[in-house]
């Protein structure tokens, strides 16, 4: 079975930097699509960047020049690296990927807290 496992989140003041990481496991097939999403409070879950396993990227308009996601097919692991926090960033961030082999399935990390402070 597959799982996610997501690693790094954790408290940070405005303007600093964190990495995410997220390890797919239970599979020997390259995740086709991986990516981050995330949900704050009273919110609807959202896009954060996703990346295909041919390295094309997707970001939200909101983070775009700050945060950067990346990936090693080896290890089947994306990362995520946040520059220039903002307090609106706080949130829970979730990792996702989409299956190649079969194709289209879904799956989810746990989710990691990402909290800024102003």
């Known amino acids: 079975q597959v799982r996610l496992v997501e690693s790094g989140g954790g408290l940070v003041q405005a303007g600093g930097s964190l990495r995410l990481s997220c390890a797919a496991s239970g599979t020997i097939f390259i995740m086709n699509v991986m990516g981050w999403y995330r949900q704050a409070p009273g919110t609807e879950r959202e896009l954060v960047a996703t990346i295909t396993s041919g390295g094309t990227t997707n970001y939200a308009e909101s983070v775009k020049g700050r945060f950067t996601v990346s990936r090693d097919n080896a290890k089947n692991t994306v990362y995520l690296q946040m520059n220039s926090l903002k307090a609106e960033d706080t949130a829970v961030y979730y990792c996702?990927?989409?299956?190649?082999?079969?194709?289209?399935?879904?799956?989810w990390g746990q989710g990691t807290q990402v909290t800024v402070s102003s």
């Open positions: 996702q990927a989409i299956s190649a082999r079969p194709p289209g399935l879904r799956y």
